[in-house]
């Protein structure tokens, strides 16, 4: 056990957490943040994709303790307010999602590669959502959401 | 996971000491391979030690070779201007791997340390005559990889970076398994002037290996038809739900094809 201190969407945390606390149990569990999932806790499919320092982590493969001192947005600290992200509100526009449990990681991943790269081809948005896996949807919406929402974010395709 | 203990120490000589204290300790890099290992309770370390606080991220150009710290990240690697000029193979391999949260995280040091049989840097390693830097000694590639997931390094050795010479010309290809994206088969080829090394990875049931036949072929007529010749015998070579032996034998002939006919 040991205390641990990060930043979550702009807010101090601190907790007493065990050494092999995950940081995914961390932020659903010791903090009640439950927007960021677990779907196969394996590392393969992307629902509990979080930003770690701004760049895109899967949260289930990270212990709490590797995150001391971190700046971490989960899918709730996107949003200004009631105002969406663009991200979210391209998700929203263009249907890119059914069941909507793996989006909280794919607005994650998407504007991660977009904020990288904003004027991603749909090819480089396909890559790029190699780790995101979604059981309902055959990605066609999720990549046109994520096209449209690079365009809300300043690209030019 | 087992219950275990976390430390992070600020240099590599921290880092030795407390693994020794630990009892039985592992070294924690970008913990994409370790932690689903430990998850999946086929690992119980005492204890852990973070070393990403010991200062060995590092990309640097020094002339004859490019030296990379351990903890460098494969999106350094993939995205670093002084890769892609020295060796873009390398650079081009980096961003193959895994997904781009993997390559968030996971370290070079990390990935040839563990010799995963499946992983793509032990192939760049072996064909561009690396180097490997330990704590207390060099360690030369030919020399370092033992066998599936065995390095020649000791318990207390911490691999602190890695240096590749520069060839003349490289390429890395795989054939990447459609779910993990792990290489079924990779194939690292070097040009070295008139040396040639070719590397396969995911294929040999000791790991990495090189594959001499090809090499002395390519080394008297570097081509992609020359390839073609050389018969691959399958003996040895990794049988599993993915691919026979005999499959991936043709998977070695068709990334070097592949990685001869597109090198630059």
Redesign the interface.
């Known amino acids: 056990m040991g205390e641990i201190s990060l930043k979550l969407n702009g807010k101090l945390e601190t907790r007493d957490v065990a050494d092999n606390t995950l940081l995914v149990d961390f932020i659903r569990e010791h903090v009640g943040l439950t927007g960021t999932h677990v779907g196969c806790d394996t590392s393969q499919c992307g629902a509990c994709v979080i930003h770690l320092d701004g760049v895109s982590v899967k949260a289930c493969t990270i212990l709490a303790k590797q995150a001391e001192g971190a700046d971490i947005t989960t899918i709730e600290g996107l949003a200004d307010g009631d105002a969406l992200h663009p991200m979210q509100e391209a998700f929203h526009e263009n249907h890119g999602l059914q069941c909507g449990f793996c989006t909280p990681g794919m607005v994650m991943s998407a504007v991660e590669m977009v904020t990288k790269n904003k004027d991603i081809s749909e090819d480089e948005i396909r890559e790029g959502l190699e780790g995101n896996i979604c059981r309902c949807t055959g990605y066609h919406n999720i990549v046109q959401s994520v096209k449209a929402g690079a365009a809300k974010m300043g690209g030019k395709n | 996971?087992?219950?275990?203990?976390?430390v992070?120490p600020n240099s590599t000589t921290e880092a030795l000491e407390a693994i020794k204290s630990l009892g039985e300790g592992k070294f924690?890099a970008g913990?994409?391979t370790l932690?689903?290992t430990?998850?999946q309770r086929l690992a119980s370390p005492d204890g852990?030690v973070?070393i990403?606080g010991c200062k060995l991220d590092s990309i640097a150009d020094e002339g004859e070779t490019l030296k990379i710290g351990a903890m460098t990240r494969h999106?350094s690697v993939a995205e670093s201007a002084v890769v892609k000029k020295a060796i873009p193979a390398l650079a081009k391999l980096a961003d193959g791997i895994?997904?781009?949260?993997?390559r968030?995280?996971g370290t070079i040091g990390g990935s040839v340390a563990n010799n995963d049989p499946s992983a793509c840097y032990p192939s760049a390693v072996l064909a561009l005559k690396a180097t490997i830097h330990a704590n207390n000694r060099s360690i030369a590639a030919d020399d370092f990889f033992t066998g599936m997931f065995e390095t020649a390094l000791e318990d207390d050795e911490i691999i602190e970076s890695i240096s590749f010479s520069k060839p003349t010309k490289a390429n890395y290809v795989k054939f990447p398994n459609p779910?993990?994206?792990y290489a079924m088969v990779g194939v690292f080829v070097a040009q070295f002037g008139d040396e040639v090394r070719v590397a396969v990875t995911g294929a040999g049931e000791g790991g990495v290996f090189r594959h001499q036949e090809m090499e002395s072929v390519l080394s008297s007529n570097f081509s992609a038809d020359s390839v073609s010749s050389v018969n691959i015998d399958s003996d040895g070579l990794i049988s599993d739900l993915h691919a026979s032996a005999e499959y991936r034998a043709n998977l070695i002939k068709e990334m070097t094809k592949r990685a001869v006919g597109q090198i630059h």
């Open positions: 996971m087992y219950s275990t203990k976390y992070k924690l913990g994409m932690i689903p430990l998850k852990l973070d990403s999106v895994g997904d781009r949260q993997v968030n995280r779910a993990s994206r």
